[in-house]
Every structure is written in C-alpha cells, then in structure tokens.
C-alpha cells in the first residue's frame, strides 16, 4: 500500500521570502504525485499534480514541485511568499486504482 | 458550475445518536468519495462508488459507519450510534473519471463533534 511522510508540522516563513513543503511517499511503481491546499473552513484544492514526464511540474498561484525518484520526495516550493498563502498543505500519493493516500500535512504561517 | 456541497457544515450529536452527512457531488462526476479528517491529520478514505456502485469501503471503521448513493448523485453517510471517537470533519470529494489521477475536488465539509 502507497503511503506519504510531511516530515514539517509546522513552518512559519516571513513573507516575500521562499518557501519548500517536503514530501515522501513509499509506493513500488511510479506514483501520481498530488499537492493540495486547504485553508480554513474551505475544502481542499489541487495546486498540482505529477504523472509522468518532466519532473519540475508548476501548478496555480505560483507553486511548483519536483518529483526525486532517487529520494522518493515531491517537495513543493514558491519563490516568494504571499500572506494569502497561509493555510494547510498535504501532500498525497495515488495508487494505479482510485484511492489516494494523503499525509498529515503541513501548516504554513506568514509573518509580516 | 456549483462545487461539491455538503450538509450540514456542523452536526453536534450526543453520544449514541444517528446522524446522517449529506454530499452533493459535481453534476456528472462518476466517483465519489468519502474521507474522515481527525483533528492535526490528513484526510482518510472511508469509502468509494462508482456511480451508485459502492466498490470500496475498506476504510469505514466500523459497521456503525453505512454509506449509500442510490442513483448515483448524492451520497450520504449515516453513521448509527455515534461514539466520541467519531468527532471529526467529513469530507466528500468527486471526480470525472475512475482513476486517481482524476482531480478530486472536495467539499468544505461536516464538522462532527459528538458530546
């Protein structure tokens, strides 16, 4: 069975600075690699996703994630923080049939 | 287009009530799902239909947990005598196709919070 690690609880990042969410996932094929956001109240939202070919996927409001097989690892990344980006991020991991395997994600706090 | 609703968005229930969770999927959407979200964790897969099929439900953690989807639209998730340990959000989700590289978009969710 597919599983996912968010190794960071908590980040807190000053806004206009970078940002990297880390990821691992354990699966035994090449995976479908997803980022979702969840902000309070609100449902979760793909921010992007990764199947196959290039390894550098970009996604909405700026993100971006690179999948590593070496390293097993789908970090996601922004260059430059908004203070709208604070929320909740999970990553999760699909297996070749309809289920998805989310980790526990992260919380992300801006600072001014 | 409407997203995914879901009703009602907070259910308090005393221990040892029913309740039943409500989730209108996008119009046309072929599978639905149902995840548990505890408080500080990510979602958790309950169960998945395929239009009014229900070909997985693995993950319902007890059989006080029963979800139906009779003409393959709306689902609900009825789960009988509740316990405390049910308190958590319920989240549904629907996609276009059957795989999971189809988009799942998720509803806000039901907050459950048995006293």
């Known amino acids: 069975a597919q599983s996912v690690t968010q190794p960071d609880i908590h980040i807190t990042v000053s806004e206009g600075a970078s940002l990297e969410l880390r990821c691992n996932y354990s699966?035994?094929?090449?995976?479908?690699l997803f980022w979702y956001v969840q902000s309070p109240g609100q449902g979760l939202q793909l921010l992007l996703k990764?199947?196959?070919?290039?390894?550098l996927v970009q996604g909405i409001k700026g993100f971006e994630a690179e999948f590593k097989r070496s390293q097993s690892s789908f970090n996601l990344r922004k260059p430059s923080v908004h203070w709208s980006d604070a929320a909740e991020y999970f990553c999760?991991?699909?297996?070749?049939?309809?289920?998805?395997?989310f980790g526990a994600g992260t919380t992300v706090t801006v600072r001014a | 287009g409407a997203g995914v609703s879901q009703s009602p968005r907070y259910k308090v229930a005393k221990r040892g009530q029913d309740v039943a969770l409500r989730c209108d999927p996008i119009?046309?959407?072929?599978?639905l799902f149902w995840y548990q979200q505890a408080l500080g964790q990510g979602p958790e897969f309950l169960t998945y239909?395929?239009?009014?099929?229900?070909?997985?439900k693995s993950g319902l953690p007890s059989d006080r947990f029963f979800a139906e989807r009779p003409e393959g639209s709306v689902s609900t998730l009825k789960i009988q005598r509740t316990q405390q340990e049910d308190s958590a959000v319920y989240l549904c989700?629907?996609?276009?196709?059957?795989?999971?590289?189809?988009?799942?978009?998720f509803g806000p969710g039901t907050r459950l919070t048995v006293l």
């Open positions: 990764y199947f196959s070919g290039d390894t």
């Open positions: 119009s046309g959407h072929v599978s």
């Open positions: 699966y035994g094929a090449t995976p479908y």
């Open positions: 999760a991991v699909g297996a070749r049939d309809y289920k998805l395997s």
């Open positions: 239909f395929q239009n009014e099929a229900q070909l997985d």
């Open positions: 989700a629907s996609s276009q196709g059957t795989g999971s590289y189809n988009e799942q978009f």
